[in-house]
């Protein structure tokens, strides 16, 4: 049973980006809230992403605040409109974190997706087996059913990559996880000639970090960084943990995260060279 749904990451945002507003403004929780009819405590909750804020509502708060700026407005009252629409993934919300859903909508709009991954391979890289051999695996106390539920949402994610204009997606692997039998050396083989055959996207690239590349700052823990440039931009970082994934849309985190990708990647063989081992590895899991 999914969890009670919690702010989502757009809400967030608009909430801390008016309470930021706020603040430059120098006015007060209270006066902003009545401002609005609805109080402090109502404000408080808009201002942490708890509670929604109707567009009427949004454009007296930017009236409160002085805001004259056009393009910040339209990016704000964008960023509201986005936080309640309703896409594909719309029929998946009986069965999934509200957070969840939030950060695949997300993924829909980005125009970069960064990945770097040490334990398995990306989500939008895996073939059905692989998924379904991971996902499995790592929760043995799902019935067929539901492995099945969270592998078809896997692979409808996955359509991204074949839009006309697709996102650009640079994926970073430790060869460790190439090396990994998920799902038996056949379904590995064929894992591996996915990666081979989606790297030849003119906006996918696909680099390897070798084993002999002892100690290198992704030994940190996998994470993906999600950026768009649009006026309502809204750049986010995934780190997935056992119990769910927590995210941070902070600039100053996001930035962070971005340099560190940065730093792991030039660890990595190039592109070029990570495709000649790939195609080592599976040699060998097809001779396996």
């Known amino acids: 049973m999914p969890a009670r749904p919690g702010p989502t990451v ?70 509201l409109r986005d936080s309640r629409k309703k896409g594909w993934w719309h029929q998946y919300s009986s069965a999934l974190r509200a957070d969840t859903l939030d950060m695949v909508s997300l993924e829909e709009e980005c125009d970069r997706i960064l990945h770097y991954c040490n334990m398995a391979l990306p989500g939008l890289l895996q073939t059905k087996e692989y998924a379904t051999a991971l996902i499995g695996g790592l929760e ?22 074949d839009r006309v204009d697709p996102p650009q997606f640079i ?59 649009s006026p309502a931009a809204l750049d986010v970082v995934e780190m997935t943990h056992w119990t769910g994934g927590l995210y941070m849309e902070d600039p100053e985190q996001v930035e962070n995260y971005r340099l560190l990708f940065d730093e792991i990647r030039s660890s990595a063989l190039s592109s070029r060279q990570s495709l000649d081992l790939i195609s080592q590895i599976l040699a060998k899991f097809k001779n396996d």
């Open 10 to 79: 757009r809400q967030r945002r608009l909430g801390s980006e008016l309470r930021r507003l706020r603040e430059g403004a120098k006015v007060s929780q209270r006066d902003a809230g009545d401002h609005i009819d609805g109080g402090q405590g109502k404000l408080s909750k808009i201002e942490t992403g708890r509670q929604n804020i109707r567009r009427l509502e949004l454009l007296a708060l930017l009236d409160l605040y002085r805001v004259e700026d056009q393009e910040l407005r339209g990016a704000l009252v964008s960023l």
């Open 140 to 161: 043995p106390h799902l019935a067929d059913e539901q492995v099945d539920f969270y592998v078809q949402l896997r692979m409808q994610r996955q359509q991204i990559l």
């Open 171 to 229: 994926g970073v692997l430790d060869e460790a996880l190439l090396r990994r039998p998920v799902g038996g050396p056949e379904a590995m083989a064929r894992q591996l000639q996915r990666l081979i055959d989606v790297s030849r996207r003119p906006k996918v690239v696909i680099q390897v970090v070798p084993l002999d590349q002892a100690v290198y700052p992704g030994v940190y823990g996998s994470f993906r960084a999600l950026f768009n440039s």
